[in-house]
């Protein structure tokens, strides 16, 4: 599975869109991108995945580039509740199992 | 629903006993996994399962055994308890795709 790189600590302003990025350079044509959150000591939470094309549904949006080699989760209008790590994980999405792999995320907080 | 059930919640050792950590999920899941994760670190990989009767190591599997006893439940055991084994445990479960599950992890101390 391909590796990520994410920034590992973010600010947002509360009702402001929060961008948080991901780099995955080496990503193969048959792995998708995930993202998951981990609200404080709870266990992960599954947000959003992807492929190619970008994806929206009721928690975020996914933005891919084209080139598939970065991809930015858009959390359209934070609240304090958005406060969490999110973690980027690329891995073949097959319905096999196999690992799933986190990194060390990013930790975003949303400050009034 | 129940989801992904882990049990203790929490659990406090001495060096060198040994003990069993449970995972149950009533989702009909095929795939379990086991992390552990450390004070302000990521999730680590101990072991998963992609399927019942099999069971594959993960990042950091040195001092744990997992048994996969049926689709239902996968048990994390440490035979003999280190201090570096501290952590917060997290058992997950995913059908296949895309979605994994997580349970509200065991918290274990071990002096």
Known sequence: DAKTTQPPSMDCAEGRAANLPCNHSTISGNEYVYWYRQIHSQGPQYIIHGLKNNETNEMASLIITEDRKSSTLILPHATLRDT????????????????????QGTELSVKP | NAGVTQTPKFQVLKTGQSMTLQCAQDMNHNSMYWYRQDPGMGLRLIYYSASEGTTDKGEVPNGYNVSRLNKREFSLRLESAAPSQTSVYFCASRRGGFEAFFGQGTRLTVV
Request: proline share 0%; aromatic share 16%; net charge positive.
């Open chain 1, 84 to 103: 969490a790590v999110y973690y980027c994980i690329v891995r073949v999405g097959d319905n096999q199992g196999g690992k799933l792999i986190f990194g």
